[in-house]
């Protein structure tokens, strides 16, 4: 079934660093989500992209759908501690259920 | 705050022991998922119900059963509890039917079997 691989599963960085997180599929996505999750907390949605090379930018994070529809990125400028968590990408396969990647776990020392 | 509550918040409980888990989702929204969160898994999907009905099925187990009330209420039935059942169950919802369909996730239930 379809399979979303994220990497990297850690990323420890210093404050004002920036930060990328990637997602790769086998199979062309009909689209892809972004959540987070704060330590402690539950995903919360971010974004959805949904056409071939569509970018989209929230304030420092940048959220990149690739041109064959099968990986994504999600880079943060200038990292701050309110950024500490576990960024998800996820896709919608054809049974309709949404598959998760593993998650990259973010932390950020100050 | 996504609009979706769960109750209880943490539950422990014993190994052979049944739990239900609530859910309820938000204003206007049918459809309601059951994920399952653990260190070594992750974020796994268990299953949804639209409109009372089961509309699609993911990893869950026969000793977990869920459905869905008129009122669009959830709970998630967990039976013969074992110790890796331990995790985090998350509800969401989403207004199905639309393009999007994002998914707003409820604020767990931390379960533990001891």
């Known amino acids: 079934g379809q399979q979303v691989m994220q990497i990297p599963q850690y990323q420890h960085v210093q404050e004002g660093e920036d930060f990328t997180t990637y997602c790769n599929s086998s199979?062309?996505?009909?689209?892809i989500q972004w959540y987070k999750q704060r330590p402690g907390g539950h995903p919360v949605f971010l974004i959805q992209?949904?056409?071939?090379?569509e970018v989209k930018k929230q304030k420092r994070l940048t959220f990149q759908f690739g041109e064959a529809k099968k990986n994504s990125s999600l880079h943060i400028t200038a990292t701050q501690t309110t950024d500490v968590g576990t960024y998800f990408c996820?896709?919608?396969?054809?049974?309709?259920?949404?598959?998760f990647g593993q998650g990259t776990e973010l932390s950020v020392k100050p | 705050d996504s609009g979706v509550t769960q109750t209880p918040k943490h539950l422990i409980t014993a190994t052979g022991q049944r739990v239900t888990l609530r859910c309820s989702p938000r204003?206007?929204?049918?459809?309601v998922y059951w994920y399952q969160q653990s260190l070594d898994q992750g974020l796994q999907f268990l299953i949804q119900?639209?409109?009372?009905?089961?509309?699609a099925k993911g990893n869950i187990l026969e000793r977990f059963s869920a459905q869905q009330f008129p009122d669009l209420h959830s709970e998630l039935n967990l039976s013969s509890l074992e110790l890796g059942d331990s995790a985090l169950y998350f509800c969401?919802?989403?207004?199905?039917?639309?393009?999007?369909?994002?998914?707003?996730f409820g604020p767990g239930t931390r379960l533990l079997v001891l």
């Open positions: 969401a919802s989403s207004a199905s039917g639309t393009r999007d369909r994002t998914q707003y």
């Open positions: 199979t062309t996505l009909s689209n």
């Open positions: 992209l949904v056409k071939s090379g």
């Open positions: 996820a896709s919608y396969n054809q049974g309709g259920k949404l598959i």
């Open positions: 204003s206007g929204d049918l459809s």
């Open positions: 119900y639209y409109n009372g009905e089961e509309r």
